[in-house]
């Protein structure tokens, strides 16, 4: 087992302790900024990864795309299921699982987020861009 899967364990172990004592879990202002640390907050929107400019509504089919009210961003090129059964204001418990290496100065592209939800009790793990740094 990788150390990755054993934080993300880890920290599904405790949102399970939460979810099974019924209170509501603290709603933090801010993401989680090292590697392994996790933050409680709510779901801010939930949609597709491309939205029509004309519209302004998601385009069918492109991919998952989230925001937290803590400002996490995760997105997908595929449908995530877990993502797609969430809602806005659902609560949730997000995890900073990786750092991107190698960055260009400035370019701060790349992390991932392992991010359970509290009321659906499904998991997911995205980066919060499209594209790593450094890419396109």
């Not at 880890?10 to 509501?24: D, F, P, Q, Y």
């Not at 949730?92 to 939800?117: E, F, Q, S």
Request: glycine share 10%; net charge positive; charged share 20%.
């Amino acid at each position: 087992m990788t150390l990755k899967a054993i934080r993300f364990g880890a920290a599904l172990c405790v949102i399970a302790a939460v979810s099974a004592e019924g209170a509501a879990p603290p709603t933090v202002g801010s993401p989680p900024a090292v590697v392994g640390r996790c933050a409680f907050t709510t779901i801010r929107w939930v949609g597709q990864r491309l939205g029509d400019p004309e519209t302004h509504r998601d385009v069918p089919d492109t991919g998952s795309s989230l925001t937290l009210v803590n400002g996490v961003m995760g997105v997908s090129y595929d449908q995530v299921p877990a993502v797609n059964r969430s809602r806005a204001g659902d609560p949730v418990m997000t995890c900073l699982a990786r750092l991107p290496r190698h960055c260009p100065p400035g370019d701060r592209r790349g992390k991932w987020y392992a991010t359970a939800n509290l009321r659906t009790n499904e998991a997911w793990m995205l980066p919060d861009s499209e594209h790593q740094c450094g890419g396109a």
